[in-house]
C-alpha cells in the first residue's frame, strides 16, 4: 500500500522551473517532517530538503539551496518541491517521505530518518 504519492514530474529545460507534489494521509501529514530525496541513474539516494511537522523550519542540500523550494499545505496534506533555475544535474527520479521524527522543528537529512516512501516520479532537465 503506496502512502504517499508524488506528481509533477517531467521534462524541463535548462533554467526552467518545475513543481512536484506529494499527497500523504492526514494522519502522517499532520504528525511528521516530510522530505524529499533524489536518484540519479547509477548514484545513490540523495537528500535534497526537508520541512518541519510545524512548517516553520526547512532545509537544503547545498547542491539546491537558493533554487528551490519546500512548502506544506494543511487544507489538502499535501508537500511541495518548487523547483527554479533547473540544471541538467537535476536529473533524477525524485522520491517524498514521511519521517521518523514527530518533533515540531525538526527536519531531518538521513535517509534512515524517514520511513514512508513515494514510488518516485521522473524529472528530466535538457540543455
Known amino acids: 500500500q503506496v502512502l504517499v504519492v508524488e506528481s509533477g514530474g517531467g521534462s524541463v529545460q535548462a533554467g526552467g522551473s518545475l513543481r512536484l507534489s506529494c499527497a500523504a494521509p492526514?494522519?502522517?501529514?499532520?504528525?511528521?517532517?516530510m522530505g524529499w530525496f533524489r536518484q540519479a541513474p547509477g548514484k545513490e539516494r540523495e537528500f535534497v530538503g526537508s520541512i518541519s511537522r510545524s512548517a516553520s523550519s526547512t532545509d537544503y542540500a547545498d547542491s539546491v539551496k537558493g533554487r528551490f523550494t519546500i512548502s506544506r499545505d494543511g487544507a489538502s496534506n499535501t508537500v511541495y518541491l518548487q523547483m527554479n533555475s533547473v540544471k541538467p544535474e537535476d536529473t533524477a527520479v525524485y522520491y517524498c517521505?514521511?519521517?521518523?521524527?514527530?518533533?515540531?522543528?525538526?527536519?531531518?537529512?538521513?535517509?534512515?530518518?524517514?520511513?514512508?516512501w513515494g514510488q518516485g516520479t521522473q524529472v528530466t532537465v535538457s540543455s
Open positions: 517521505a514521511a519521517s521518523l521524527t514527530n518533533e515540531f522543528h525538526s527536519t531531518p537529512r538521513g535517509i534512515d530518518q524517514y520511513n514512508t
Open positions: 492526514e494522519l502522517i501529514f499532520s504528525r511528521f517532517a
